[in-house]
């Protein structure tokens, strides 16, 4: 077939709006790129902006170190020690992330004792899993804390005192947790242990600022037991925390049990470390000792 030749303003024609098509394509192409980098940097913005924020406002409020693990509890599972077994596992669910010893306000709060006349000890290794707690030279709290409480289960288990551990293993527990394992396994008694970081040395106990007699009395009798197996300074017996004298730690506010929070000396002093690794044996019955004899003083036996 002849192609028939186009005239000069059939070609002028064709030309312009290849010419605008051309345009529209351009401006589209514009359109989309420049689309694509504000959305982009307005994301950035977006998320570094939410990242110092939530940062800043957790600095603000928490003490110790930052943790995201979840811990749920299987407390159907009882070992031969009599001891309940926390198991680990990640829920997202659960969004309570402050890491102990956390302080709390002051509000009232009820305490409801349960004397079933038979002991249930509920002793709480300070930290775990990702909080480490203080460290100092490769040694973190953690692990002196759970050395501890497992001490202190064993001199109960052989006193036929029931134990209950708010962890028995390195893993992370968030504070609520401690207190709902105290609360629904129905304690008698709620013992925080921990070590202290900073620049100081010795032993302290500390009470909720409104203790009853038997919190004060069980917190008085662990601090004398362990300082008659001796200590290397005697920091006494504190109410509130280390923040302020109105201000209680999480656990022993929110307990509903007598209860107390030790600090078993300064993990970065020398001196403590000494006195903490060569009596934790010893230590561990006089805390056991201080429970049994709390106990005794305060309930009748059945
Ligand atoms: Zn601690």
């Known amino acids: 077939m002849e192609k028939r030749?186009?005239?000069?303003?059939?070609?002028?024609?064709?030309?312009?709006?290849?010419q605008q098509k051309r345009k529209i394509l351009r401006a589209?192409?514009?359109t989309v790129y420049y689309g694509?980098?504000?959305i982009l940097i307005a994301l950035i913005f977006y998320f570094s902006y939410s990242f110092i924020t939530s940062k800043f406002k957790k600095d603000s409020t928490s003490i110790g170190s930052k943790n995201k693990d979840i811990v749920m509890y299987n407390y159907d599972s009882y070992d031969t020690d009599n001891t309940v077994v926390a198991s680990t596992t990640n829920d997202a669910s659960n969004k309570n992330t402050s890491v102990s010893p956390n302080v709390t306000d002051n509000k009232p709060r009820k305490q409801d004792f349960v004397d079933d006349g038979k002991l249930i000890v509920c002793i709480d290794a300070g930290h775990g899993g990702k909080d480490i707690g203080c460290n100092s030279?490769?040694?973190?709290?953690?692990?002196?804390?759970?050395?501890?409480?497992?001490?202190?289960q064993k001199y109960l288990k052989s006193k036929k005192v029931k134990v209950i551990l708010t962890r028995s293993n390195d893993y992370f527990i968030s504070l609520q947790k401690r207190v709902d394992i105290c609360s629904e396994k129905k304690c008698d008694y709620f013992i925080s242990?921990?070590?202290?970081?900073?620049?100081?040395?010795?032993y302290e106990t500390w009470t909720s600022s409104d203790a009853n007699e038997e919190s004060k009395y069980l917190a008085n009798s662990i601090h004398s037991g362990l300082v008659d197996i001796g200590i290397s300074k005697d920091r006494g017996v504190k109410s509130g925390?280390?923040?302020?004298s109105k201000e209680d730690y999480f656990v022993l506010r929110n307990t509903t049990t007598p209860a107390c929070l030790l600090e078993l000396g300064f993990l970065n002093n020398?001196?403590?470390?000494?006195?903490?690794?060569?009596?934790?044996?010893?230590?561990?019955?006089?805390?056991g000792d201080a429970i049994i004899d709390t106990y005794n003083q305060y309930h009748e036996k059945k």
């Open 241 to 244: 925390s280390q923040k302020s």
């Open 5 to 18: 030749k186009l005239t000069r303003s059939e070609y002028i024609k064709i030309k312009k709006r290849r």
């Open 28 to 30: 589209g192409v514009y």
């Open 137 to 152: 030279k490769k040694r973190n709290e953690k692990n002196d804390t759970l050395k501890i409480a497992l001490e202190v």
């Open 193 to 202: 242990i921990h070590r202290n970081c900073g620049n100081g040395s010795g």
């Open 36 to 38: 694509f980098w504000t």
């Open 270 to 287: 020398y001196n403590d470390n000494k006195y903490f690794d060569s009596n934790k044996k010893k230590y561990s019955k006089a805390i």
